[in-house]
């Protein structure tokens, strides 16, 4: 039977203490420990990228991380970047794009969107596929999410230098 | 006073027509979807099955105590612990003629039949605990030689699968209409082709979910299911497990992906039921990864030998083809595995004039998981066949191939039109569909850009595909055989007191916005704002009674429903306003919300006024009035068994002819989907479908050894289309509104993956052509390319 270890970390700006198994990966913890069911376990082999969140400040697929790997870090959900407004400009262009259909795949895409919007300048098309391209989306075919992601960062990029 | 009023997709208000964005996908872009996997409910178990690692094997021992014994664990079951708590069921339909298939049971009873049947399940506190159990059961297993090609299942003396039913071949159907001997005979040119399309997976981003609750107390059952038609799972649970009807509810939450998918009867999740009737425990499966690629049902696996026959002058004589479906070791429940190679069948050459068409079907039992109906069940195969044939056809009498199909389409002034195998076409427009097509992707002036970089070394290709799409199936598709599976649908409409709207529909989503679009239409029709009406969808006892969300049927069958739900309501609500105003209910009209005067527009009252009185105020309503601000409508299909839609699809690639890849450059649609209520939501249906046909054209392959075991189950090593290999692709609409309902709505959903493929093996031949080679085997992989041109 796994040991148990007690992790200290911030996940969306709050304060966390939990004793989690050894053997329990970070997308398991944030689901059943801590409520977080934005995160999603698609794979659960790293490949489909539902579970991408903010580690540190790095995206990262919480599939392939143990919760107990994470004392001292800080982690960022889906559900910390939408509270915090910081990807609403991102998610709006998502709804006027319709950029999404069942939705499983998209709190991935929007958290590996923002790493890319967060780099600042308009990247072409074929850059933001590159970006994304470690994300799996069934639904959409991939265009209206290219689509928002390019409107997005458009929008940021003339807000800086208007 | 002449003027024609105007009608509900004219009204200045309307939302039909408008790219309306989908409210309810704000919950998704914040994570606050509900899955299955989301729910939390007291005491649950979560369940874990051991799945059989032969193709074929009997089981001669099981051994659960070690497993039974670990911490944790509440129960752990095999097939015997199973009996007398359910009945087991049979894939066939009736009107299939002579189609057989074995009795199926939640856990493989003596002998398993593909690699991933489950064998037995843990229902334990956690799903690690589940799993960590699975280890120790003991099963001693006795390899039997697998069936697991299809060549194999049907050579002469190979075993049965089922005993019982004598040989493996499931269903047979032959086809022969028109004089095809003479055509072939009196033919310029005659060209044969063997096309063959790997089996393939949905891979849904959400894996297969269900929870089942059980209270003992009451014997009520409630199933959270990822599923597309709860209504149908309901009747087959009553079927197959001893409870009363109004005991069962399945309520449907968000479901992630699903395109055929997740609307079958899946042994592991009849096994969670037994296990929560047995327990009285909620009891919680979700499949993992790995499991989800041999459990879920697989695609395709056709084998087509094919020809054509053509004149000199470009007439189409006959098409003959003769498909080959291997459909693993059971028809799959309640739908069958034999309505996938139907469709082939059925819809192979129908859109072009010939009248000599022939063609056999053979769907066989063999030692792989069962295939059964995905997304455009038989349409990418018999488009691929067709337009195949079509542009080797063309090649053979040296003409273009556009023109070839420009002098072939059934003529847009030739409706309605039966084709040699019986379908009924209402009214297609396949040839401004193929002009308007022409023009959009400048055909002429891509054919000189191919020539010119040809010169350079520089090999691209153009593929076309035509097609038609089936769409809004009628009684006669499945409940007809003796399926539970409704082809009509309900809609309720309530009027608040507050003057907003509830709709209850019993039409499903799983993200292709039908809440969306069935909110466009009530509101446009009755008159009130969008954010006035909250659809309610997904949940046996809260909506009317429906078959749900499949065969792209939702707006073209649930949407007419909700027209007419709305119709009734707004009338039931005038007759309302018109006792409270003293007005004649005709000379009042609702808009955004208003009781208005229907002449001048002039506002009366809102329509919160006319439910307050309704609900709170009845003693100020005339006597004998009796306030009726429910109002519900059926719809389903009768004038034809189905409502067609038809397409052009085109490819604009490259290929690396040292490397075998393809990069796909640009893709184009043209789809005529009758009247479109939301466009931006059709246009992204197709690109997803268009998507899912490229993931099975270029990549998708469940790839088997002889022994019947999958090499490539993981995400990892089965490719799916990413971002970075996809096109941008550019869609036009056509709108030839339906006949028969008021909305005129066809369906959509298939449109993309039907045409997809073709298309794009039209252009992988396109750009071989110089060098004399060509492809027919899907997925068209680089190591296929390079064997075709004979580099390796």
Redesign the interface.
Known sequence: ?SESVEIRLTVNGAAVTRRV?A?QSLVDFL?EEL??????????????G?CTLRLDGAIVRACLLFAAQLDGARVE???GL?DSGEIADL?AA?????A????????GM?VTAAALLRRGGVPS?EE???F???????????????DAVEEACRARAEKASP | MSEQPLSFFDRPNSYIGKSVPRPNAQRLLQGRGVFVDDLRLPRLLHAAFLRSPYAHARIKRIDTAAAARRAGVVRVVTAADLAGLYTPWVGVLTHLKGMKSAPQHPLAPDRARWQGEPVAAVAAETRAAAEDALAEIAVEWEELPPLASVEAALAPGAPAIHEALGDNLAFTRTIDAGAVDDAFDRADAVVAETFTFARHTGVCPEPRSILAEFNPADRRLTLYCSSQAPHMMKEIVLRHFPLAEADLRVVCHDVGGSYGIKIHVYPDEMTVIALALMLGRPVKFVADRLESFVSDIHAREHRVAARVAVSKSGEILAIDIDDLTGIGPFSTYPRTSAVEGNQVVNLAGSWYRSPNYRARLRVVFQNKPPMSQYRAVGHPVACAVTEGLVDLAARAIAMDPAELRWRNLIADDAYPWKSPAGLLFEKLSHQRALERMLGMMDYTGLRREQKALRAQGVHRGIGLACFVEITNPGPAFYGVGGAPISAQDGCSLRLEPGGTVTCAISVTEQGQGTETVVAQIVASVLGVALARVRVVTGDTERTPYGGGTWASRGTGIGGEAALQAAKALRANVLTLAGAMLQAAPGGLDIVEGWIVDAGTGARRIGLEEVGRAGYFRGDTLPPGLQPELVATRHHQPRDYPFAFTNGVQASWLELDVETGFVRLLKHWVVEDCGRMVNPLLVDEQIRGGVVQGLGAALFEECLYDAAGQLRNGTLADYLVPMAAEMPDIEVAHLETPLAGTELGAKGVGEAGTAGAPAAVMNAINDALAPFGARVAEQPFTPARILRALGRV
Do not use: K, P, W
């Open positions: 039977m198994d053997r689901r409520g977080l069911t934005g995160t999603r376990a698609g794979c659960e082999h790293g490949v489909c539902a959900t889906i559900e939408s998610q998502f709804h006027r794009r319709n999404l259909q069942c939705g499983f795949c998209t709190a929007l098309r933001i596929r590159d994304l391209s470690g994300n799996y989306c069934r639904c959409t075919g991939y265009c209206a999410i290219i």
